[in-house]
């Protein structure tokens, strides 16, 4: 039973290039959430989607990100223009809505982002 | 806006008990979790607790006390794979589904 998937584990990308990331949700799971990870820093919410739809996307800076969850595929996390502030590690977590309560959310093994 | 407040580093001894406190400011309470993340690694979830009191799971168990907002991951019998960062989370929303707000992390250091 595969768990979260994510790729890739690490991309460098030159200031202003673009930065796809993936997510693939454990099987069953319809709901898919974004967190970005500085280093000492706590994980920050940045989106979270279910099937070709956006839910929340509050944490998520306005310019330059964006995410989908298509109806066939994995998740994207978008970043367009990358910049030297955007080298974190990103997590994805999926969970499934069990009608009981808990919902916890597993996590990826996240893609570390450099941006050169 | 949400707090979440957790000490940044603990040290302990193999074999020992720690605790790790976790208080909490968020509008609404649906929930609260602790991860496990060891370094480089993916957060794995270790407890949830939505009612007050204590829930139990093998050598860790958490605490909830919704009214002071308060929170505490109790880890015994201390091992050395146990070192890694401990991650308070709180789902503030209505719904059971929906973000997590994350403390810091305490990263606990566990000695032979």
């Known amino acids: 039973n595969a768990g979260v998937m994510q790729n890739p584990r690490h991309l460098v990308r030159r200031r202003g290039q673009e930065a796809r990331l993936r997510c693939s949700p454990m099987?069953?799971?319809?709901?898919v959430y974004w967190y970005r990870q500085l280093p000492e820093e706590g994980l920050k919410f940045m989106v979270y989607?279910?099937?070709?739809?956006?839910?929340?996307e509050s944490g998520m800076p306005k310019e330059r990100f964006s995410a989908e969850f298509p109806k066939e595929g994995p998740s994207i996390l978008r970043i367009q223009q990358v910049v030297r502030g955007d080298s974190a590690a990103y997590f994805c977590?999926?969970?499934?809505?069990?009608?009981?309560?808990?919902?916890?959310?597993?996590f990826g093994p996240g893609t570390r982002l450099t941006v050169l | 806006g949400q707090n979440i407040d957790q000490p940044t580093e603990m040290t302990a001894t193999e074999g020992a008990i720690v605790q790790i406190n976790c208080t909490y400011q968020?509008?609404?309470?649906?929930?609260l979790f602790w991860y496990q993340q060891h370094a480089g690694e993916a957060p794995t979830f270790l407890s949830y607790?939505?009612?007050?009191g204590l829930e139990e799971k093998g050598r860790f168990s958490s605490f909830l006390s919704r009214s002071k907002g308060y929170s505490y991951l109790l880890l015994k019998e201390l091992q050395m794979k146990d070192s890694a960062s401990y991650l308070c989370?709180?789902?503030?929303?209505?719904?059971?589904?929906?973000?997590?707000?994350f403390g810091r992390g305490t990263q606990l250091t566990v000695w032979p």
């Open positions: 977590a999926s969970s499934d809505n069990s009608g009981q309560g808990k919902n916890e959310q597993f």
């Open positions: 099987k069953g799971h319809s709901h």
């Open positions: 989607l279910q099937k070709e739809n956006i839910i929340d």
């Open positions: 968020t509008s609404g309470f649906n929930g």
């Open positions: 607790n939505v009612l007050d």
């Open positions: 989370a709180v789902r503030a929303r209505g719904s059971t589904l929906g973000r997590l707000y």
